[in-house]
Structure formats: C-alpha cells, structure tokens
C-alpha cells in the first residue's frame, strides 16, 4: 500500500474516538513531509506488500504506537471535556483548550507562527512545526476536544523592532482549526527501538523524550533538534493579535474580524462582473495549472457556494504561487471589493505564469518529440534502403555538400571544370565508403569545389588612392612604385587587368618582400605569399599524382583556395635560389606557371583540370639575377631595387623603423628618443649594408634596453593596465578584418542597397572601435610616462645600448701611394670599395728569371683572374708606349693583392683599376687623392660598361670619394640616378684608358 494509505489510516485513527470524518482529499497533502523525507512505501499492517523492508517496519510501528497513546489521552479526558464544553481550560504546559469553534469561546489563541505563505479563510494547508513544546500543547488539546489555533506570518528581516516577540509577526492571522497532527519520526530514536519487537512505547518514554527534547531546546536556544510534526490547518476567520500573554509558546489575544457585509450584492454590478471574471479566470488558471484543481474541489465540497465575493477572494488568493507579502495585503484588506480586485490581478498573473510555463514546456516537449521523430524516421529510412539496397545516406549528404560549395562558381565556371566534377560525384555515388577510392574521390572533389572557378575580386583602379597606400608603406623605390602605378593606367583604361610577372632584384634589406604587401593592399586583392628558396620538388609547383598517399595539389592551387579568389597578388620568395633534386627541376616547372601565354590554362597534376592564372599578379623577388635560368628570366620583368644612402636610411628610421621599434617595445612616443648625432653614427659606423634590416635591429635593441629602464622605474603595476588595453587592440582588429570580408561578401552578393549600407556602417563603427582602442593604449602610456625622457645620444651612451661600431671607416689609406687604387664593386649587399694593391717581387742578386711574371691573392674568382692578366699585359704594352726606356715591367715580377682576402671576389669591372696600380707603380706617382673608378678593358684599350651604378656611387660616398671614373657607356645610368645620390659627386666618363691615365696619374 502506498504512502498515502498509511497517511489516511493515521488520520482515521486520530479523529475516529471524536466521530470525526477525515479529509481523504488533502491527506497525502498533510504526509507530503513524509514523502519527501522518506521516499518508501509503508503497508497497512507490518509484514504487507512491502513489509519486508526493516525501515518501514520501524516506521510504521513507531506511528501506530504514538496514535494508541493518543487514543488513550483522548478516552480519558473526553467526559472533562464534555462537561466544560463552552469554557477554556489550562493544560498542563499553561496553555489554552477550547472545545468550541464559537468567537466568543476564544478571546486568546495558540500561535502557530508561519515562514511563508499565509493561511487564507476557507483553505487546508499543512504546516511544519518543530518547536516541540507548541506541538506539545497542540496534542494535549486535540486529545481534550477540538484544536484551534491561530496562524499568523512571521515578518520579514528589518520589519519589526522586536519589542514584543509577536512584532516578529503580521498584525492579522487566520482562525484556524487542526484538523490532525502528524509526527514526523526522528530517525535516530527508531534506529534505538530495534529492541521493542511489537514496536509500542510506553506513555512515560514519550513524555521522557519530550521533556529532554524541551531541555536541550533550553539550554541551546534552537528550537529542537527532534523531527517535528505536520499540522493539517483548516482556515476559518480572519484575526487581529491585540496583546501578548504569554511566549514559549506564544499565547495572544486577539479580535476576531468578520467580512462586512455587501448590501443590495444583487444590485452591485461591479462587484458582480468581478466575481465572474475571477471565476472565469479560475477555470483559465485549471486550464494551465492542474495543481490548483485540488484547491478548488476542496472549496466546492465544503462551501458550495462560488457567489460570495470574500470567500471567493480567500479562494483566489490561495490559488496563486504570490509572494508572501502579497497575500498578506489581502489577507489584511477587509473590504471585500479591494480583496477581490487585488486576489484578480494575482489570478491574472499566475494565469500569465501558467501560460509561459505550459509554452515553455510545449517547446521543451516538442524539440523532444522533434528530435525523437527525426531519429526514428532516419532509422527507419536506413531500414528502408537498407533493404532495397540504396544504402547512399552518408554519400548523399556530400554529394549535396559538394554541389552546395561548387554552386556560387558553376556560372562562371568553365565546361570542363563542371564535366570533371558530375563525373567525379557519380562515380562517388556508386563507391562504397570503406573502399580506399572512396576518400581519394572525396578529397579529389574537395579541392575540386572550393578552387573559386571564375570568381574575381573587386579591384581598386584609383591611381591617387594607390600612390597613397604606396607611399604610406615605403620610403623610395620610386621605379617599383612607378611600375605598380602603370599596371593600374592600363587596367584603367581597359576596363579590367591581367597578370603580370613583376621580378624586383636587390640586396636584401631593402623592402622586396613588405612591397609585395602593399602592392596587394594598394590594388585591393588578396595576398598570398610562398618561398622557392631551396625548394628541389617540382610537386610543390605542380602538385602530385592522385595516385600517391598523402598527394596534394601545388601551392597555386592552395593558393587559390585559401584566398577564394582568382585574382590575388601571390608573392614568390627567393626565386634565385631555387634547387635542383632527383624529384625534378622546379624552375622549369615555373616556366609554365610564369608565362604570360600559358598560365590561363596551368595544369596541376593533382586536379588534372586547367585552372586559370591569367588575372594573377606575380611578384617575384631575388638578390642575383645570376642563379636565374635564362628562359625562366625571359618570362620576368625585372625592375632592380638599389640599395639606401645615408639621407634615405635616416629618412626611413625616422619615419617607419623608429616608430615600429617603440611599438614593439612598449615605449611611449615621448618617453624616449634618439639623436640626430646618434642616427649618423648608427648608420654610417654600425649598419653601412644597402638595406635597413641590420638598421632595424639595432632600433629594436636600443628600444629594449630603453625598456627594461623603463620598466624598472614604473613597477609592474604598469603590465597589466597595458595588457588589458593591448588585448582589446587585437580584439578590435580581428573585428574590423571580419567586418570588412563581410562587406566584399555582401558587395558581391546582396541585391538590396539597404544590406550593403549597413554592412558599411558596421565597418565604420568597428574602425571607430579600433580607434578608440588605440587611444586607450596611447592614453595608458602617456599616464604612465615617466617625467624625464631618455634621449640616446652619440659617443659612450651608443656604445652602452648597442656595443662597438664593427667598422670605423672603409678607407684604409688616407691617401693612396704608388700601386694602390680604390675600385668600386658592386654586390648582393649593395655597393662597396675595393682596394686594389700592385708591388714588385723583390728579387735577390741577379736572378731575373721572375722579370715580367704576375701573382694575383686575395681569393679572386676566374673572371678576376683573367681580368689582371688582361691589365698586366696592356699596362706593359702602355707603359712601352707612354715611357720607352722605362724596363720596369721587363724587370719585375708583380703582385696584386685585393684586401680582405676571406672574402670571395668576382666580376668583369676591376680592368682599369689594376692597369691603373701597375702604371702608378711602374712611375712611382701616385693616384689623386678621393678618386675611385670602375671599368672593364680590352687588350685594345677600350673601356667597357659596367652594372650596379647606383650601387657603387653610394659606396663611394659612404667612403668619402669625391672624384668617379666611369664608362661613357654608363653615363645613362648616371642621369637616371636622383640628385641626392649625386651630390658632391665629381664623374668623369672614359672611354679608353688613355682618358683613365689622363685623369688619375697625370699631372696635366
């Protein structure tokens, strides 16, 4: 038997020697404690359904044996209490007993105190008590007759001044009648009774055990440690507390209120609509909240009566789940036309609470039920096709996730593209997903679906706003940005551009690989960037075969996938240092990828399908054109990228590489700085190379160091405001860059103006955020800056960021003596001089064997090589000419020796510098002084051009030349070169040696 039988038997066995009825509709309600608390099911007699359960056992005899006691409390006062019917008689705890129901027969109630939710007029509810001696009282006087109580709510913290223990709770209470008690077992006194196999006790342990439960509630200051007891309370009338008799427990007096009466109810419409719409709303609130329905038939079967309009309130109010202080406003209202105006707004709102209750269950219920219905339909679909053999489900779903990727290109796409993807998603149709051609054909279709057939970014064609970008990013290289400028005119003029293969060649340094960066940005493309150098597999040109493990496609087509366009700007690194293995030559493979006539139909192995290339933009870069195979240069236009003079490094320092350096180490914009004097010892005696890297480097070093000052002085405090502020700069970066791909998405696509605008407008408000941000990091450095800025000077404090200068000046001689000339050289670094040094071989006694030999050191290379024989022999021829009786070269043997002999040297330009250290040596005069000279010569005497003007006029002035010879044929190199570079430049165009002599060793 259930836990709600046992719960009735209780009660029957309670009321029966009174010849009361119990309540069977509210006496799980009462036992709901005892639900919850013991979660088992107890049997009407020990040993029934469940009486096997030692638990249950204990509980059940437990409560029988306190229900025989209070039967036998109740047999014995049950004449006292018929005689003094009408009249309040002392317990023996000093409390009150009444017998009748009457007002006037309790002017003073027991006070049962309530933690939440009044007790409303006309409405069962169970209470939980746990003061032992209240339930004491309570006991006693349902075993002398009937129990009434008065329940009043305890008040809120900070309500009351506790002057009078009753202030703890509310002025108006509720009349109400016990209707049963019901102890809740402690669970340790009936684990202690395993003794007592009949399961009674004795009258004297009961009272035993309240008095010490009493005692230690004392002592304690707690309530009682015990598990209390359920009391069934059945409202009856409205109270008012007037004064306090008495504490522990409490006893007050108190005023019973009446409802006032309604005259004429008939006539009051009002009050008469009111009353119907509650009702109306009573059965809207059964409709979404079943719970309330036992309320109601309780109140039906008791009153019958549904048009009194304050019981009817009574009712309302206790249907609704309000907070505390609610009901208490309508408990204290007495007009009944205010209680039921207020008890309708509370039905209205717990019928609003029902319906989003219900709603959010329904939605709750039917993603269940959708999930569920999916489920059981899939399965059964797989039974289905399982069955007739069409088991395509997992193939299905990537067929169309296929066909959804390659849909946006199937328009523009070309006729054999599209041929090649049906086959291939056929044949993936009729695999079987544990074949290993299976996941071939699927990736196959991957790369063949997300390669953007056709699809073109939008380009900027504005030459300003080009320029602009251009500008912005690097300093100088006017030819690379001249070059960029034209390819936007032509695409301009025609409409739309093609691809072009731009190679720049230059030392490094120099800013090849960032000008790639902002060609891409000038041009509004995307940009993608690989390195050749080293690179010995064609495959990573031309992808692999299908047919190998692992195999993929080559970098343009990843390129082309990453980037989700046809146009991007790709970037080849390092194209002069391309390998050669046994897996093939990779220059030759970006022969077709580099021609103009056959990139629109590039076949990668990998795809087996012609992509089209056309509308790429190539830029290559190198340091030597040497390495560079000739068809593959043929294919290349070559704009060269010289290195920087002084003015110009100072120039890009000031302007980018300082700023960045700060940047990157966190300094303030004021906070730190370097001179002028410093800039100049930085680049001429630590960074001479044609590029700004080395430059860079030393910026970054002395900013670190400056740091690491910095940080000392401001404590570490400072970190963290500044990774904060940081943070929410790579924050609104990420956003922005999201913002505007969505915007060339939505430009792309998006047929209402209205999309594109406010795709606009959120790239506005995001550039506003990055703004804003980058404020923030600024506001936090200069907050923080330290009052004394450090300033970098020349001298000690350099050396102290940065170290000794690794050169103090290229010039070894302060003037040159007879047999040394400064030659000019040019190499991937740039320009440089180069000291060319002619002596005799002494010789002892008359041995003249050596007369006329030459010996060349300095680890010269072949061309050099062949070069001073060349000027050996033609400066004799000269010297016979020009000095007849001079024997010189007849009678020593010579030694050129090039300075810096660890360094490898070759190249056709070093002719008329030798011929020039062997005449000045064969005359004893030396060259003028300042004057360097470049040139190659025949064994005629001509003067042949040279390459790297640029390179070597820079060179020259780093090392304080004032005077340069060069060829004629180079003189249109010369007026190419700015006027900054020239100036304080003396240049002589030669172009025999004669003009050299003329100009070097005569004294004319």
């Keep these: 038997m259930s836990l709600r039988n046992a719960a009735r038997a209780v009660a029957r066995a309670t009321a029966r020697p009174w010849g009361r009825a119990a309540v069977p509709s509210n006496a799980d309600v009462a036992v709901a404690p005892l639900r919850a608390s013991g979660r088992r099911q107890i049997s009407d007699v020990p040993g029934g359904s469940n009486g096997d359960d030692a638990w249950a056992s204990k509980m059940w005899n437990t409560m029988r044996a306190r229900s025989r006691q209070r039967s036998a409390r109740a047999f014995h006062g049950t004449s006292n209490a018929a005689s003094e019917a009408g009249s309040a008689t002392p317990t023996s705890g000093g409390g009150i007993m009444v017998a009748s129901g009457h007002p006037s027969s309790h002017p003073q109630v027991l006070v049962v105190p309530l933690n939440r939710r009044p007790l409303m007029p006309g409405v069962i509810m169970p209470v939980r008590v746990m003061d032992e001696r209240l339930i004491l009282e309570i006991e006693e006087m349902k075993a002398r007759g009937q129990a009434y109580v008065g329940t009043f709510l305890k008040r809120t913290e900070g309500e009351s001044e506790n002057v009078d223990p009753s202030d703890d709770m509310h002025d108006v209470g509720t009349f109400a009648q016990v209707q049963s008690v019901i102890r809740i077992p402690d669970i340790s006194d009936t684990l202690k009774d395993d003794g007592d196999k009949d399961g009674e006790m004795s009258q004297v342990d009961v009272k035993a055990k309240a008095e010490a439960r009493i005692k230690a509630a004392k002592g304690s200051g707690a309530e009682d440690s015990g598990g209390g007891a359920t009391l069934l309370l059945l409202g009856h009338r409205r109270l008012r507390k007037t004064a306090t008799l008495r504490h522990q427990p409490m006893v007050v007096q108190v005023d019973h209120l009446k409802d006032p009466k309604v005259t004429d109810r008939d006539d009051d419409d009002v009050l008469k609509a009111t009353a119907n719409e509650v009702i109306a709303t009573i059965k809207d609130l059964l409709k979404v909240n079943p719970l309330a329905k036992e309320t109601l038939q309780y109140f039906a079967q008791r009153f019958q009566d549904f048009q009194d309009p304050a019981k009817l309130a009574d009712l309302a109010a206790s249907m609704c789940s309000a907070d505390d202080g609610a009901l ?17 707004v509370l039905l209205k709102k717990e019928v609003e609470l029902g319906k989003l209750q219900a709603d959010i269950g329904r939605r709750v219920e039917e993603k269940i039920s959708g999930d569920q219905r999916r489920y059981f339909l899939m399965e059964q679909l797989k039974s289905i096709k399982k069955e007739l053999g069409m088991e395509r489900d997992d193939k299905t779903a990537l067929q169309e996730k296929f066909r959804e990727k390659f849909a946006p290109f199937k328009d523009d796409a070309p006729a054999h593209a599209v041929k090649t993807i049906d086959e291939e998603l056929n044949k993936l149709a009729g695999l079987e997903p544990s074949s290993s051609e299976f996941n071939v054909t699927r990736n196959y279709l991957e790369w063949l679906t997300s390669i953007p057939w056709g699809h073109s970014s939008e380009e900027r064609l504005d030459i300003s706003q080009a320029a602009d970008v251009l500008d912005a990013d690097h300093y100088g290289l006017d030819d690379v940005k001249e070059r960029i400028l034209e390819f936007i005119a032509v695409g ?4 739309t551009t093609q691809g072009k293969i731009i190679t720049m060649v230059g030392p490094p340094g120099v800013g090849k690989t960032s000008i790639g960066q902002s060609i891409a940005r000038a041009l509004d493309r995307k940009f993608f960037r690989f390195s050749v150098g080293g690179l010995s597999d064609v495959a990573e040109i031309k992808g692999h075969r299908r047919t190998y493990v692992g195999a993929m496609p080559g970098k343009l087509v990843q390129c082309l996938k990453s980037t989700g366009v046809s146009n991007p700007v790709v970037l080849i690194d390092e194209v002069d240092k391309l390998g050669r293995g046994f897996q093939g030559d990779p220059a030759s493979a970006l022969l077709e990828l580099l021609d103009p006539e056959q990139n629109g139909s590039f076949l990668d192995h990998y795809l087996d399908v012609p992509v089209d290339l056309s509308k790429v933009l190539f830029v290559c870069t190198a340091n030597v054109l040497d390495t560079i195979p000739g068809p593959l240069l043929d294919r290349m236009e070559v704009v060269r990228l010289s290195g920087y003079i002084a003015d110009e490094k100072r120039a890009i320092a000031r302007t980018y590489l300082e700023k960045t350096a700060k940047e990157r180490s966190g300094v303030g914009e004021k906070e730190a700085s370097i001179s002028d004097g410093a800039m100049k010892s930085l680049i001429e005696d630590y960074c001479r190379e044609a590029g700004v890297r080395n430059l860079q480097k030393h910026l970054e070093k002395i900013y670190r160091k400056v740091a690491l000052k910095l940080a000392k002085a401001k404590g570490p405090e400072v970190s963290k405001q500044m990774g904060q502020a940081r943070n929410k700069v790579i924050v609104a970066k990420k956003a922005l860059e999201t913002k505007e791909d969505e915007l060339r998405k939505t430009s792309a696509s998006a047929k209402s103006k209205k999309t594109v605008e406010a795709a606009e407008k959120e790239v506005e408000e995001a550039k506003e955020a990055l703004a804003a941000a980058e404020a923030a990091v600024t506001d936090v450095i200069e907050s923080t800056a330290v009052s004394d800025p450090i300033v970098v000077d020349a001298g000690a404090e350099l050396i102290e960021y940065v170290g000794q200068p690794p050169f103090q000046t290229d010039r070894i001689y302060d003037q040159t003596p007879p047999g040394v000339v400064t030659g000019l050289a040019w190499t991937s670094m740039g320009g440089s001089t180069l000291y060319i040094e002619c002596t005799a071989i002494h010789q002892n006694g008359d041995d ?41 070269f007849d009678d020593k043997a010579l030694h050129i020796h090039v300075p810096a002999g660890a360094t490898p040297k070759d190249g056709p330009s070093a002719g008329c510098t030798m011929i020039t250290g062997m005449v000045s040596l064969a005359t004893d005069r030396p060259v003028k002084p300042n004057l360097a000279m470049t040139g190659e010569v025949t064994l005629t005497g001509i003067v042949m051009p040279i390459g790297g003007v640029k390179e070597k006029t820079i060179a020259a002035r780093r090392s304080g030349v004032t005077t340069i010879l060069f060829p004629e044929g180079n003189r249109k190199d010369w007026d190419e070169l700015s006027d900054d570079i020239k100036e304080g430049l003396e240049v002589h165009f030669v172009s025999t040696y004669d003009e050299v002599y003329k100009h070097a060793l005569s004294a004319e």
């Design 328 to 344: 208490q406003e309508i408990l204290d209202t007495l007009d009944v036309r205010e209680r039921l105006q207020a008890a309708l």
């Design 492 to 495: 301009q003029l025609r409409g």
């Design 848 to 888: 003249n064997k050596k007369g006329g030999s030459l010996t060349t050191t300095g680890q010269l290379g072949d061309v050099m090589k062949e070069s001073a024989s060349i000027a050996h022999t033609f400066a004799r021829s000269f010297l016979a000419k020009r000095f007849p009786g001079n024997t010189f």
